[in-house]
C-alpha cells in the first residue's frame, strides 16, 4: 500500500513554515494521543502517521529531499528502512519540542498520565553519514552494498548501562523513576501543572554509583558493524538515503541515531548521464555515413545493434527508447541519445587520394540546392593541402 503523503497527514502545504507545520503536528498529537484514545488502534496508527510526517517535516534537510524524491529520499534498508518505523520512544521524544518539558508526554498533566512513559527521557544517538560510490549500471539496476561502518555500539560488559553492576544502579530518589519533576503553579486562571526533566538524573530516572570499568559508565564503546544497504534503481548524485537506527548507539539503552548515505557516481567510461538520459558519442566512418552501416554501441543493459541508414548526417541524434535510468521508485524509465560523429581520416594514401578527386565532381556529393556550404570533398582537400 502506498504511504500517504505528509503534508496531507498533518493537513499543511507544501508552502507551510515551521511554525504552521509545527502547530499542525501538535494539534494531531493532542487529538490522536493514545492516552485520550485508550484502547482506540486507529487514533493511535494517526498518531504515529503525525509523528512520523513531523520528524520529516520539521527537519529542513530532511524537508527538502522528501519534496524532491518523496518517500524515497529517506528509504534504502533491506527491511523498509529510513523513515515509518517509529517507534514510540522515538515519538515521545519528540514533544520536548513540542510542548515543552522534559520530553513526556503532554497528557500527563491533563489526563492523569501514563506511567509507561511518563517524563523519563530517552537519549538518542547522533546520525552517521557515510558515501557510497556507485557505477552507472548500479545506479540504473540498484545495488545491495556491504558497508562496514566504524561507530559506537552499546558496551557488552554492562550491556549499555554504564554501571558496573546491576547493584550500582539505582532509582532516582527526586523524581522516583520517572525522570520528570512535576510543580504547580498558582495563576489568575487557577493551579496549572507543568512538567520538566529531573535535575537529578537528567530524565533518565535512575543514578549510577559505580561505573563500569570499559565505558566508563558511557554505556558506549567503538565498535564495527556490516550493514546491508539496498540502493534503489534511479537514485543520482549528491542524493541521501536514511536507514533509521543505523547510526550511532545511545547511551543506556536509548534510541540509535540514523545513517545517513551519501549517494556518488562513479564516471563511465564511455557514456554519459544527464537527468535520466544515457549519452553516446558514436564516431562512424564517411563511407559508413553514404551507405549505410549496422554498429554496435554499448548500453547499460550490454550491447545493442543499430542500423546506420545511407545518407546519415553529422549531428544527428538517434534515440533507444527506455534505454536510459528509470525514476526512483517509478516504472518510467529515460532513453539513450546516440550523437552520431563522422570520422574524417588525417592521412590518405595516393590511391584514396586520387578515387576520392574522381568522386569530387559527381553531384551526389555536392551541397543539396539552397545550403551554403562546402562538399565534404573540399573540405578534405582544404584539410589535407
Known amino acids: 500500500m502506498a504511504k500517504k503523503d505528509y503534508y496531507d497527514i498533518l493537513g499543511v502545504t507544501r ?60 528509504a534504502g534498508s533491506a527491511n523498509g528502512g529510513g523513515q515509518g518505523h517509529m517507534n514510540m520512544e522515538d515519538i515521545f521524544s519528540q514533544f520536548g519540542d513540542i510542548f515543552g518539558g522534559g520530553g513526556g508526554s503532554p497528557f500527563d498533566s491533563f489526563f492523569g498520565g501514563n506511567q ?17 560510490k556507485l557505477t552507472l549500471e548500479e545506479i540504473a539496476k540498484g545495488a545491495e552494498k556491504k558497508i562496514k561502518v566504524n561507530k559506537q555500539v552499546s558496551c557488552d560488559t554492562c550491556d549499555g548501562t554504564g554501571a558496573k553492576d546491576k547493584s550500582s544502579v539505582h ?29 537529578t538524573c537528567n530524565g533518565e530516572g535512575t543514578e549510577i ?56 557516481e562513479l564516471p563511465h567510461e564511455t557514456l554519459k548521464r544527464e537527468g535520466n538520459n544515457i549519452i553516446y558519442d558514436l564516431h562512424i566512418s564517411f563511407i559508413d555515413a553514404v551507405i549505410g552501416a549496422s554498429v554496435e554501441v554499448p548500453t547499460i543493459d550490454g550491447k545493442a545493434k543499430i542500423k546506420i541508414d545511407p545518407g546519415t548526417q553529422g549531428g544527428k541524434i538517434l534515440r533507444l527508447k527506455a534505454k536510459g535510468v528509470p525514476e526512483v521508485n517509478s516504472y518510467h524509465r529515460g532513453d539513450q541519445l546516440i550523437y552520431v560523429n563522422i570520422w574524417t581520416p588525417k592521412a590518405l ?12 565532381n559527381s553531384p551526389n556529393f555536392k551541397p543539396q540546392p539552397g545550403k551554403n556550404e562546402k562538399s565534404f570533398f573540399d573540405k578534405m582537400k582544404e584539410y589535407f593541402e
Open 15 to 74: 508552502s507551510s513554515n515551521a511554525d504552521e507545520i509545527k502547530k499542525a503536528y501538535r494539534k494531531m498529537a493532542i487529538k490522536y494521543h493514545p492516552d485520550k484514545n485508550p484502547g482506540d488502534h486507529q487514533a493511535e496508527e494517526n498518531f504515529k502517521e503525525a509523528a512520523e510526517a513531523y520528524e520529516v517535516l520539521s527537519n529542513a534537510e530532511k524537508k527538502q529531499r522528501y519534496d524532491q524524491y518523496g518517500h524515497a529520499a529517506n
Open 116 to 132: 509507561q512513559h511518563g517524563g523519563r527521557r530517552v537519549a538518542r544517538g547522533s546520525n552517521l553519514r557515510i558515501k557510497v
Open 171 to 199: 532509582t532516582c530518589n527526586t523524581c522516583d523513576g520517572s525522570g520528570a519533576v512535576r510543580r504547580v503553579t498558582n495563576t489568575i486562571l487557577g493551579q496549572m501543572q507543568t512538567t520538566s526533566t529531573c535535575p
Open 209 to 264: 554509583t559505580a561505573k563500569c570499568t570499559v565505558c566508563h559508565g558511557e554505556g558506549l564503546v567503538r565498535g564495527e558493524e556490516t550493514i546491508t544497504i539496498n540502493i534503489p534503481a534511479g537514485v543520482s548524485e549528491g542524493m541521501q538515503l536514511s536507514m533509521s537506527g543505523k547510526g550511532n548507539a545511545a547511551p543506556r539503552g536509548g534510541v540509535p541515531g540514523d545513517l545517513i548515505i551519501l549517494i556518488e
Open 349 to 360: 594514401s595516393q590511391e584514396e587520394r586520387d578515387i576520392l578527386e574522381k568522386l569530387q
